[in-house]
């Protein structure tokens, strides 16, 4: 059985960072209010006038993520970026990000699925690779959530932060790589979650930020139970699924929304805290971008050993949610110190 297995990781944040200090002049709350009620301390803020849009920083993640799989650009067959803050309408941030890094063999596009789109793309890249349609894939999660956010409402503004993460993926038939996928929606809720086109406002102090002429939106109380339960409903699936127990999961990677979320989400199917990763003390809800972060830093501190359990969870508008199980492993090379890319059998790049 062909799978396909994560051979590279990477991130890129910006270099601006928002701390809760300095939202205290910006917006009614405090420091304290912020850590109890979400864990996030600061959150990084990408400058229009650097090289941070969002093709930028997904260039960054893909290029970190590509060195350490040792793979070249050219040999990449399919490109998917999940993202709801692209720099165009159109083309694609996939694209973009196709002629930047000089993926001249891939096709590219993106998903537009919230919070979810990193783990939509991982399942469409998954699902190329077991079919024998895409030998080697790049997946990323790239936004710029600092561009739609309005800095007069606190309930979101001091939730939100820029990043992007990246994994590069090839076939496997060793028995790692991506075990399972688990994708759901539900429309029925998307006004709890959503942009709308109407003007922010940017304080003085942020003048870095390129602001988009829409806003994001939420009901964060109703959204906050949908997410516990639709987390917890789809992790608990994905381990029936593939016949695993709670403890069988050395590290679960949850998206980074909300201690509050993460805490309640890891209590009720059974996992304890030091099995779990977060990091959005430090980035805040970076979106799509949120899990391929996670696990380039969790994957980078050697966190994560062949043969490891991995459990990604995700949630975000739409509604939409999933889950992926991931059996961890190291790569396969040739006697050149070079990936091997299979597809049902080993083909040399």
Same mark, same amino acid.
């Given at each position: ?8 990781t %990477? ?30 301390k ?22 970190? $993520? ?6 070249? $650009?050219e ?12 720099d165009?309408q ?5 694209c973009? !990000?196709?002629?930047?890094? %000089?993926a ?10 919230g ?6 793309g ?12 895409? #030998?080697? $894939? &790049? ?5 710029r ?14 939730? &939100? ?5 990246a ?16 994708l ?17 406002? !940017? ?9 988009k002429?829409?806003? !994001?939106?939420?009901e ?41 979320i993460i805490?309640?989400?890891?209590q009720?199917?059974?996992?304890p ?5 977060t ?19 969790a994957? #980078? ?36 110190g070079?990936?091997?890319l ?6 040399e790049i």
């Amino acid at each position: 059985m062909t799978r396909s297995r994560i051979i590279g990781t %990477g991130s890129f944040v910006p270099q601006r960072i928002l701390s809760n200090n300095e939202l205290e002049r910006i917006v009614e709350t405090n420091d304290e209010w912020i850590t109890r009620r979400t864990g996030i301390k600061e959150r990084r803020i990408a400058s229009k006038g650097k090289r941070e849009s969002t093709t930028d920083l997904a260039t960054q993640a893909a290029e970190n $993520a590509l060195r350490m799989a040792g793979v070249n $650009a050219e040999d990449l067959d399919m490109i998917v970026v999940g993202t709801v803050t692209p720099d165009r309408q159109f083309p694609s941030t996939g694209c973009m !990000l196709q002629t930047a890094i %000089g993926a001249s063999q891939a096709a590219a596009f993106d998903v537009s699925a919230g919070c979810s789109g990193f783990l939509y793309g991982l399942t469409m890249a998954d699902n190329a690779i077991r079919a024998g349609t895409s #030998r080697c $894939a &790049l997946v990323v999660g790239a936004e710029r959530l600092s561009t739609i956010v309005n800095w007069q409402d606190r309930s979101t503004c001091v939730l &939100l932060g820029d990043g992007a993460g990246a994994v590069v993926m090839a076939g496997s038939t060793n028995g790692s790589g991506v075990l399972s996928t688990h994708l759901r929606s539900d429309g029925a809720f998307w006004d709890l979650l959503y942009a709308s086109y109407e003007s922010c406002y !940017l304080p003085e102090s942020l003048a870095c930020i390129d602001l988009k002429p829409f806003q !994001l939106k939420m009901e964060g109380n109703r959204l906050f139970k949908r997410a516990v339960n639709c987390l917890s409903t789809i992790a608990e699936k994905a381990l029936a699924e593939n016949g695993l127990a709670s403890s069988d999961i050395h590290l679960m990677i949850p998206h980074q929304a909300n201690i509050r979320i993460i805490l309640s989400m890891a209590q009720t199917i059974g996992i304890p805290m030091e099995k779990v990763y977060t990091n959005l003390d430090r980035y805040g809800n970076t979106s799509s971008a949120s899990i391929p972060i996670a696990l380039d830093e969790a994957n #980078r501190a050697g966190l994560i050993k062949d043969g490891d359990m991995l459990l990604l969870v995700s949630f975000g508008a739409g509604l939409t949610w999933g889950a992926s199980i991931i059996k961890w492993g190291s790569h396969n090379h040739n006697e050149h110190g070079r990936p091997l890319l299979q597809s049902g059998t080993d083909l040399e790049i």
